[in-house]
């Protein structure tokens, strides 16, 4: 038998602990509190506005000769949520960055929380680049399916609320994973993980780049290839600048 020098807490110790940490339990519910209201208020506005919405994403893509239809009564109401929530979720995700930052703060120094400031235009213009890029991929496909009932003769014909649902999903999930590279850098300037860690898992991102792919809601291999590729190629170039980095 291994003897153990493990001694429970009393109760004293633990009202200790809940009087320190008390203070950043209710910094942090605070923080919480308001970046939720501000998805909720967003999510209520895209809801209101979500015609417009559809009107504008549908100018986007490339549906002549393609008919848009309604499978149901009420999936207006599904289109609208899908609106909110996408609306939401693109308002609130950089206020959520904007209060991690600030509540960690004052547990950084001076010099580490500019470094990381400097990485937050980068971080808005890499969600920007792949929202963009998971809409044009969505063209495409949209093009190659249009095209291909032409050349075949077949009649073609689209669920709207499929359609733009895949659309926003998408996009907002590239937007995200693009935000990949600025994690990973943040994490090899911090010198919490090294260029060289990096470098040996180079296979199972690629992996796990493709499989990310596999799981988004659009059906082709071809696709899913397009989509894992800049994942990859941010990947490469995120062991690039850690390079550049370390040698400065």
């Not at 633990?14 to 910094?27: M, R």
């Not at 073609?156 to 499929?162: E, F, G, T, V």
């Not at 090899?188 to 792919?213: C, M, P, T």
């Not at 800049?230 to 062991?239: H, M, N, Q, R």
């Amino acid at each position: 038998m291994v003897a153990t020098n493990i001694q429970p807490i009393n109760s004293s110790e633990l009202a200790k602990i809940k009087e320190k940490l008390s203070p950043f339990l209710k910094e942090i519910r605070k923080r919480i509190i308001f970046t939720v209201a501000v998805f909720v208020v967003a999510t209520i506005i895209g809801f209101i506005f979500y015609e417009k919405i559809i009107k504008f994403l549908l100018s986007l893509l490339p549906l002549e000769g393609i008919n848009i239809v309604f499978t149901s009564p009420f999936q207006f109401i599904n289109l609208a949520i899908s609106c909110g929530i996408a609306t939401g979720l693109v308002v609130a995700l950089p206020l959520l960055i904007i209060q991690v930052l600030s509540f960690l703060k004052p547990a950084l120094k001076r010099k580490e929380f500019k470094r990381i400031i400097k990485f937050l235009p980068f971080s808005v213009i890499l969600f920007l680049i792949g929202f963009v890029f998971g809409a044009l991929i969505m063209k495409w496909q949209i093009e190659v399916f249009q095209a291909k009932s032409v050349q075949l003769g077949i009649g073609s014909m689209l669920d709207i609320s499929k359609l733009l649902s895949t659309f926003l999903l998408i996009s907002t999930l590239m937007g995200i994973s693009f935000q990949f590279p600025i994690l990973l850098l943040c994490l090899v300037r911090f010198d919490l993980i090294s260029r060289q860690e990096l470098s040996r898992k180079r296979l199972w991102i690629y992996l796990g780049s493709f499989f990310f792919a596999i799981l988004l809601p659009i059906d082709s291999v071809l696709a899913d290839i397009l989509l894992s590729l800049p994942l990859i190629v941010l990947f490469e170039l995120t062991l690039f600048l850690s390079r550049v980095y370390k040698r400065r």
